[in-house]
């Protein structure tokens, strides 16, 4: 089993920024990808960004590109994700999620990952 710990959320004004954090333990870390999903009240869980263990490559969500930078560290076995320029429209909870196929490209949709996070709330004010 993986356990996925997110922490870094809270209450931002727009404009402001967050770091999100996610530590991962438990089974011995070797999965392909990383990802950060968010979901908003009454809305669908959405893709925001995600990242190759391996090659440190990196995906974002159109919505995030430009303003959130995802990276990780493998020492410690943890991603970050880098929120800037927040508006009101990134308020929802963000999980991040592990994933263990082994593909030739980052995936986005939320079955491609194997292991959730509990979430962390992330509250944009106007």
């Known amino acids: 089993q993986v356990q996925l710990v997110e922490s870094g959320g809270g209450l931002v004004q727009a404009g402001g920024s967050l770091r999100l954090s996610c530590a991962a333990s438990?089974?011995?870390?070797?999965?392909?990808?990383m990802g950060w999903f968010r979901q908003a009240p009454g809305k669908e869980r959405e893709f925001v960004a995600a990242i190759s263990w391996n090659t440190g490559s990196t995906a974002y969500a159109d919505s995030v590109k430009g303003r959130f930078t995802i990276s990780r560290d493998n020492a410690k076995n943890t991603v970050y994700l880098q929120m800037n320029s927040l508006k009101p429209e990134d308020t929802a909870v963000y999980s991040c999620a592990a994933s263990y196929g082994v593909r030739g490209y980052i995936p986005k949709v939320t079955r491609s990952y194997d292991y959730w996070g509990q979430g962390t709330q992330v509250t944009v004010s106007s």
């Open positions: 438990g089974r011995t870390f070797s999965a392909s990808t």
